[in-house]
């Protein structure tokens, strides 16, 4: 059975950052290309950002790239969501995930960037 625990969220000021972890169990990790997707009040998941399972490769959406850096630990099983210079856009729930449309995801951790 997959698992995915995201943790690391909060309220952050605007500027700020943060890191989101994320704990993968059920499926071999480690073979696995991995993605963050969020969602924002009110709209629907979008996708972030994405690893290859060896992480010889990352790719990002235009509003993360030179912002956030995502990586991943395969002996931890754990994927990691560096995120810098928030602005109150990023607000959203943040879910790790095995797909890019976010079907397998977790339960995801929520980012609020406000004064």
């Known amino acids: 059975q997959v698992q995915l625990v995201e943790s690391g969220g909060g309220l952050v000021l605007p500027g700020g950052s943060l890191r989101l972890s994320c704990v993968a169990s059920?499926?071999?990790?480690?073979?696995?290309?991995m993605y963050w997707v969020r969602q924002a009040p009110g709209l629907g998941l979008e996708w972030v950002a994405e690893?290859?399972?060896?992480?010889?490769?990352?790719n990002y959406r235009d509003f993360a790239e030179g912002r956030f850096t995502i990586s991943r630990d395969n002996a931890k099983n754990t994927l990691y969501l560096e995120m810098n210079r928030l602005n109150p856009e990023d607000t959203a729930v943040y879910y790790c995930?095995?797909?890019?449309?976010?079907?397998?995801r977790g339960q995801g951790t929520r980012v609020t960037v406000s004064t």
């Open positions: 995930a095995k797909d890019r449309d976010g079907i397998e």
């Open positions: 059920g499926f071999t990790f480690s073979r696995s290309n």
């Open positions: 690893i290859s399972a060896f992480a010889t490769w990352t």
